[in-house]
């Protein structure tokens, strides 16, 4: 079977969370070895939750922050509460935090300072950290360039930019995750963009509950749908999924520190 890794998803998500049991077994029926599962949308009692399913799974692992879009709750007293959950070794990575400004759900410069602040958690911390960009690519690349990258280095999460944007990250040092957004019929520059990266640099992610891949789109995306995308993945990027899905889950060992698997 072929080896997967699920490097995004929100298992504490609404719409996941009361079956997560049922779709950890369905991930794992279809090959996926290592869920990382993110908090941070919403209130600190997600990240707090997603920390509690990680515990409970040892092939689930956790990723504490705070999203861009509620990036004006990203104050001392929330960073106090995930220096705290940070003390799980099941908490791989901070984040996800970033820049999104598509949405705009919060202000660019309360966005910005999130990021700084997570950049220096993630450095304290000595934890990598997943980036969430939606087109402010450049303004990202100037902050990492600005306040340094931390030393675990991090991921663009569900990578949308082009080949261009990709190049940038991957000399500032981040691996590339690719979601289903790459099995839709309308992402040609996003699939140039997935040769940009070396196979010691890919991921890829469900972001489930969100974005779940042709032919399943419009349905709850789950961890299982992931076998999807890296299938599209290895087509384009002429590998076959079993190579591509064992290089990926590697990269993610790598990249989070993962348990052997
Ligand atoms: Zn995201
Ligand atoms: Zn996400």
Redesign the pocket.
Known sequence: MTPLADT?C?LADPKLRPDAGAIIERGRAAGVRAFVS?G??GSIETDAATVAIAERYPDVYAVVGV?PHDAATADSHRFDRLRDLARSARVVAIG?SGLDFHYLHAPREVQEASLRRHLELAAELDRPIVI?CREAEARLVEIVREAGMPPRAGVI??FTGDAVAAREFLALGFYISFSGILTFKNAGALREAALAAPDDRVLVET?AP?LAPEPYRGRVNEPAYVARTLEVLARLRGSDPETLGACVLENASRLFGLAPV
């Open positions: 995004h929100h993110v941070a949308i999203h996800e969430h999460h569900c972001d969100y």
